[in-house]
T-cell receptor, first 113, second 110 residues
Framework: NAGVTQTPKFRVLKTGQSMTLLCAQDMNHEYMYWYRQDPGMGLRLIHYSVGEGTTAKGEVPDGYNVSRLKKQNFLLGLESAAPSQTSVYFC????????????FGAGTRLSVL | GQQVMQIPQYQHVQEGEDFTTYCNSSTTLSNIQWYKQRPGGHPVFLIQLVKSGEVKKQKRLTFQFGEAKKNSSLHITATQTTDVGTYFCAYTGTASKLTFGTGTRLQVTL
């Protein structure tokens, strides 16, 4: 049981480059989330989705776009990377009901030079 | 959304000592969740508290939710090196979104 899988695990970008982070979950969860984690700041929500075809902004959405074309996948895009986007990115999924436990992927370490 | 503050930011203990981290909110929370993140790892769910004054135990870990549902604590008895990591509290808001505290990093040495 893979759970939540993120690709890639590491990436180095130059300022202005674009990239897409992929998150896939095999738990049939309705809700999916993208967070960034910076030292001393905990996890901050970038965007989230409450179901296939839907997305919504979180706490820090600027500079990012997302898509949820299939229930199991949630993509995070950076159109023009900036050094301020250097961070560790985590994807998570949940049922959205009951205890709503969030299951996290292993993370993507992104450096923007 | 509401802010949750966690204290301390960092604690270093000797193995066998106890450890407590506190999570405080200025407003009433519907629930509180606790997650643990090992160094280099990802957050892993530990527990959820929902009721006022609720206390739950998991082996050496004791979780409490305050009577006013504005604060919570995680207490570890007799720490072990396997307890090393960052402990986050989080609460569920609208659309089942989690808002995380800033975390407490625990270091345990022999």
């Amino acid at each position: 049981n893979a759970g939540v899988t993120q690709t890639p695990k590491f990436r180095v970008l130059k300022t202005g480059q674009s990239m897409t982070l992929l998150c896939a979950q095999d738990m049939n969860h309705e809700y999916m989330y993208w967070y960034r984690q910076d030292p001393g700041m905990g996890l901050r929500l970038i965007h989230y989705s409450v179901g296939e075809g839907t997305t919504a902004k979180g706490e820090v959405p600027d500079g990012y776009n997302v898509s949820r074309l299939k229930k199991q996948n949630f993509l995070l895009g950076l159109e023009s990377a900036a050094p301020s986007q250097t961070s560790v990115y985590f994807c998570a999924s949940s049922t959205g009901t009951g205890k709503n436990i969030q299951y996290f992927g292993a993370g993507t370490r992104l450096s923007v030079l | 959304g509401q802010q949750v503050m966690q204290i301390p930011q960092y604690q270093h203990v000797q193995e066998g000592e106890d450890f407590t981290t506190y999570c405080n909110s200025s407003t009433t929370l519907s629930n509180i969740q606790w997650y643990k993140q090992r160094p280099g790892g990802h957050p892993v769910f530990l527990i959820q508290l929902v009721k006022s004054g609720e206390v739950k135990k998991q082996k050496r870990l004791t979780f409490q939710f305050g009577e006013a549902k504005k604060n919570s604590s995680l207490h570890i008895t007799a720490t072990q090196t396997t307890d090393v990591g960052t402990y986050f509290c989080a609460y569920t808001g609208t659309a089942s979104k989690l808002t995380f505290g800033t975390g407490t990093r625990l270091q345990v040495t022999l």
